[in-house]
């Protein structure tokens, strides 16, 4: 079973720094890759996505994959307090392109 | 923009009791999907579909059945509520392949 761990579980940045969430998963051979933002009493939101091994770029959001070591990141430039949310890592494994989830970063932006 | 609805928002059930939770989507999506969230487990997926008159099983489909009758609605249903069933359960729609999921706001169970 495909298993999607995130780190930190909790993060504080100061308004204006950068964001960064990690993301591990088990099989190297996942399809996409994919963060999803989770504001308080609401559904998650997907945010950006990665298939190839390297960086994808999407206004102030950079995504990092590297399938090697089986790890993603994503880089939040200029944090703002609305960004203010549960993070949310989901890997997708087969072909049926079911998403396995991580539990979540909840990241605060400090004014 | 996708647009994914749930009901009822929040529900008190009793143990042992039938419990009904309905999601339509405006986006002729073909794939529908529930979740359930509890803290430190993140999303869990329960069930979910491939058109009209598909369901299937999830990773933890067990004290869950699942309705597909149109292209627009999915229902999931606890047919006898157990407290470990109090969660927050969300639906979602996607296209097929690697489809963005859109998901709906969700809806608070507290089963008693």
């Known amino acids: 079973q495909e298993k999607v761990q995130q780190s930190p579980e909790s993060l504080i940045v100061p308004e204006g720094a950068m964001s960064s969430l990690n993301c591990t998963f088990s099989?190297?051979?996942?399809?996409s890759i994919w963060w999803y933002q989770q504001h308080p009493g609401k559904g998650p939101e997907a945010l950006i996505s990665i298939f190839s091994n390297g960086n994808k770029k999407e206004g102030r959001l950079t995504v990092y994959l590297n399938r090697a070591s089986l790890h993603v990141s994503l880089h939040i430039r200029d944090s703002q307090p609305s960004d203010s949310a549960v993070y949310l890592c989901?890997?997708?494994?087969?072909?049926?392109?079911?998403?396995?989830w991580g539990s979540g970063t909840k990241l605060i932006i400090k004014p | 923009e996708a647009a994914v609805t749930q009901s009822p928002r929040n529900k008190v059930a009793v143990t042992g009791g039938k419990v009904t939770l309905s999601c339509n989507q405006t986006?002729?999506?073909?794939?529908m999907y529930w979740y359930r969230q509890d803290t430190g487990h993140g999303l869990r997926l329960i069930h979910y579909s491939y058109g009209a008159g598909s369901t299937e099983k999830g990773d933890i489909p067990d004290g869950y059945k699942a309705s597909r009758p149109s292209q627009e609605n999915f229902s999931l249903i606890l047919e006898l509520a157990t407290p470990s069933q109090t969660s927050v359960y969300f639906c979602?729609?996607?296209?097929?392949?690697?489809?963005?999921?859109?998901f709906g706001p969700g809806t608070r169970l507290l089963v008693l």
């Open positions: 989901a890997v997708s494994m087969d072909s049926n392109y079911q998403l396995i």
């Open positions: 979602a729609s996607g296209g097929t392949g690697g489809d963005t999921q859109y």
């Open positions: 986006n002729n999506h073909n794939n």
């Open positions: 099989n190297s051979a996942s399809q």
